[in-house]
């Protein structure tokens, strides 16, 4: 019984800026890697931002230098730091995690709902 939770989407000028988190909770031992992801209407979803449980990250190159992802494991949530946004940045954006339960140490993936950005004038 995991379940993550996506808030801080919203509409934002371009050049603007976002605060996207995502909490999990339920029977949660351990949470391995932490990603956002994104999908536009007609686009595959594609990875924005990864980072693992040691907080290595990893980026999709339309975001690098604009886009920051960051954990804290003690509130089992990530973040994504949005800044300078463009039109294209326009997207559902989903959270997910590779979760360790607490009854039987099996992992599994979880998403979030998403929640939407969009980046207009």
């Known amino acids: 019984q995991v379940q993550l939770v996506d808030t801080g989407g919203g509409l934002v000028q371009p050049g603007g800026s976002l605060r996207l988190s995502c909490a999990a909770s339920?029977?949660?031992?351990?949470?391995?890697?932490m990603a956002w992801y994104r999908q536009s209407p007609g686009e595959e979803r594609e990875l924005v931002a990864r980072?693992?449980?040691?907080?290595?990250?990893n980026y999709a190159d339309s975001v690098k230098g604009r886009f920051t992802i960051s954990r804290d494991n003690a509130k089992n949530t990530v973040y994504l730091q949005m800044n300078s946004l463009k039109p294209e940045d326009t997207a559902v954006y989903y959270c997910?995690?590779?979760?360790?339960?607490?009854?039987?140490?099996?992992?599994?993936?979880?998403w979030g709902q998403g929640t939407q950005v969009t980046v207009s004038s």
């Open positions: 980072i693992t449980s040691d907080y290595s990250t």
């Open positions: 339920g029977s949660i031992f351990s949470i391995n890697a």
């Open positions: 997910n995690a590779d979760v360790r339960d607490s009854y039987y140490h099996r992992d599994t993936r979880y």
